[in-house]
């Protein structure tokens, strides 16, 4: 079986690199260098691996470390275009974290089981880590990074903040995705369906009583 | 989990000829690739192959195409409308997002849930022929109490296939030998000596659709699952039934079980000693007792057979509205 070049791939590709979502100084990029700075004392090799780690300086995807195996694949992400090399095993969810410095979508399980890794994928709701990036080429993925638009919260969002549905908040993302997403799927008015709706998102804090109220607000609301 | 190659198949031929493990959805695959379960060479994605329309056969059934997403089938106005079992099935089985993802067809071909199956620390003749079951003599609450072997207990997971069990479907494949036609309960094998090899298809063999004939005017249906949780989970024991009553005789019925057989389980037993009967408790209570007549539980599951026979009882009296 010959490998064939998929023409989208030709496609004109911004190879700008994305702000981080909070400006230059995201609260990772600040613990990368901080991590860094306090290994240099100690280790060097631990101060590169931090150093490559924040989002300021991520290598062009052109000239990233040659991986065997890797091949060009363009995903579209809160409506930007990103042009990464990725090995075929690389599922969207470590695409998003490891390759485009995208951590809103948490890891929890890694098999379906939890719901931490939710995105939307052409405005479906979907695990992340169940699903190859290159199989999502001609796909429109939004995560909770794409959310908040010119500086509002989603109202999903401010929901969760007034009814404090969270509390460690691992699960957050992937909670506010699915809620995002059953906002528009066919489910009873009563708290029951909201419960049943959101049973695919697993919260280790038990926060599941204001989750149901934050998404009922916005239901109610709409 | 393992390198391999990946391709996009642009048609079912293209498919076909390519000669790697298809994916869809991916809910089970990558799963138990990532488990080491799973370790196919080549993967050959379908997702671009035309096969996502339900569409009215001339016959007065549903064709299903196999790439139809479990969420869509089951909000589509035609399956809640006249195939309420199929719905209520699909919207039974593991969660939003992965409904959105899980194809027909995958479904289909979901792999079981056994521990042991999932767990390369362990021996187990599904994933390594001969090299013994973990579960027999393990911890098999979950296990399957009909169909079973000594070589192989596990039980098929899925929750569409016992609801498609129940309506008689046909699965369509196309495959390096050209097309044909399985009817669903011919589809699936019991485990016997070979564990490995769980339904009829050949390598390289595609499914391409489902078809779903009519049912007669009157005719009610309902699924229930029993199983740990409210939500996302397995069953423990399920049962579709699709009946039509006249007056208070059975006219006809089908019954079918999830979670306690190798296999959907296909309830004939249960059919025989109701069809010509009177809808009422008595009945219904000895065609459960038919239909597990053959139960074989193990150390951790014997509370299956009971817990099966008040899933049959129960969803006869909904599909009959004896209740």
Redesign the interface.
Known sequence: MTKQRDPRHDEQVSEQQPEPAFGRFSRRSFLSQLGAATAAATAAPFAHAAATATIEAPPAPDEAMAIPGAVPVTLTVNGQKHKVMLEPRVTLLDALRDHMQMFGTKKGCDHGQCGACTVHVNGRRVNSCLSFAIMHQQDEITTIEGLAKDGQLHPVQQAFLEHDGFQCGYCTPGQIMSAVALLKEPIGADDDSVRAAMSGNICRCGAYNNIVDAVQQVRHQA | ????????AQSVDNAIK???KF?AG??TL??L??LNVEKPQ??V?I?GLKLDKVEATPEGGLKIGALVRN?DLA?HPEVQSRYAVLSQALLSG?????R??ATTGGNLLQRTRCYYFRDTAYVCNKRQPGSGCSAIDGYNRIHAVLGGSDQCVATHPSDMAVAMTALEATVYTQGPKGSRSIALNDFYLLPGNTPDKENVLEPGELITHVTIPALAAGTKSYYIKLRDR???EFALSSAAVIARVNGKKIEQVRVALGGVGTRPWRAKEAESALEGHEANPVNFRKAADAALAGAKPLKDNAFKVELAKRAIVRALEVATQTV
């Open positions: 989990m393992e390198v391999f190659r990946y391709s996009q390519a000669g790697g994916i991916g809910t990558v799963d690739m990532k080549a993967l994605d997702n969420s909000h593991a969660s939003p997002q992965l959105n993802m409210a939500q996302y």
